[in-house]
Nanobody, 119 residues
Framework: QVQLVESGGGSVQAAGSLRLSCAAS????????MGWYRQGPGKPRELVAS???????NYAESAKGRFTISRDNAKKKVYLQMNSLTPEDTAVYYC?????????????WGQGTQVTVSS
């Protein structure tokens, strides 16, 4: 069984920073792409940033220049450094990973971590 567990969410004032972490565990052979998504109140879930196994990155326009995604393949972790936060960044942030096990290759999701930015 594969699990993704996020940490690092919380409340911060506008212009502040937070660093999210996500750790994958279980019977994992390989992790391909990893990413962070978010879902704000009344909004659909959207991609924030993604990173390939070789550390090529992709960002939503809203995240460019403010957020940085990184990963540690040895530790099976992915991070999201968020700077210059605004109230529009308030959302539940979800970790995503495409995981290869001995039996399957599929997407997994974390349970989500709340990020609240106050003005």
């Amino acid at each position: 069984q594969v699990q993704l567990v996020e940490s690092g969410g919380g409340s911060v004032q506008a212009a502040g920073s937070l660093r999210l972490s996500c750790a994958a565990s279980g019977n994992i052979f390989r992790i391909n792409d990893m990413g962070w998504y978010r879902q704000g109140p009344g909004k659909p879930r959207e991609l924030v940033a993604s990173i390939t196994e070789g550390s090529s990155t992709n960002y939503a326009e809203s995240a460019k220049g403010r957020f940085t995604i990184s990963r540690d393949n040895a530790k099976k972790k992915v991070y999201l450094q968020m700077n210059s936060l605004t109230p529009e960044d308030t959302a539940v942030y979800y970790c995503n990973a495409f995981v290869v096990t001995g039996a399957t290759s599929r997407d997994y999701w974390g349970q989500g971590t709340q990020v609240t930015v106050s003005s």
